[in-house]
């Protein structure tokens, strides 16, 4: 009794927690893209159990959730190839072992962090859903301009 007490505990903790992030992001955004990820495939991996304990698929729910609420637009965008492609450029730049943090694209020069780098291509990839042209700024900032 006391275990499924304490597991329900933790479970209403990480929803709390999901519900908090997800307003957040609300607040600070217009609109919100992210990796339409295989979440079963990722269950069943080599860090499965973490996976799981972090509740990937419950926040992205809730996301959806709040952003509807609040006027935020939410997508979900291709997963495939983000951390390998340049978000500059839009060449690949090929595979990256996990030890490899920093993105260099060969084509073009740009260096990001590899993270960085791809949540610039999900940006990207994200605009051009919805039928914006996107810009890449100099100092490395993204505008959605509306195609007419």
């Given amino acids: 009794y006391k275990v499924s007490k304490l597991y329900e505990r933790i479970g209403n903790i990480r929803k709390n927690y999901h519900w908090e992030l997800a307003h957040s992001l609300c607040v600070q955004a217009g609109m919100i893209f992210a990796e339409d990820l295989n ?23 809730i996301l959806s959730q709040c952003c509807l609420k609040r006027g935020v637009f939410f997508h979900k965008v291709d997963a495939r190839k983000t951390s390998q492609i340049c ?19 060969s084509n073009c020069g740009y260096t990001a962090d590899r993270d960085v780098a791809a949540a610039q291509v999900v940006a990207i990839r994200g605009l051009a859903a919805v039928g914006h042209t996107v810009k890449m700024l100099s100092e490395g900032k993204f505008i959605g301009i509306p195609t007419t």
């Fill in 39 to 61: 979440l079963k495939g990722l269950a069943q991996g080599m860090l499965s159990k973490h996976c799981l304990d972090a509740g990937w698929g419950q926040f992205l729910q």
């Fill in 87 to 105: 978000p500059n450029c839009l060449t690949e730049t090929g595979k990256k072992t996990l030890a490899e943090r920093v993105h260099s694209c």
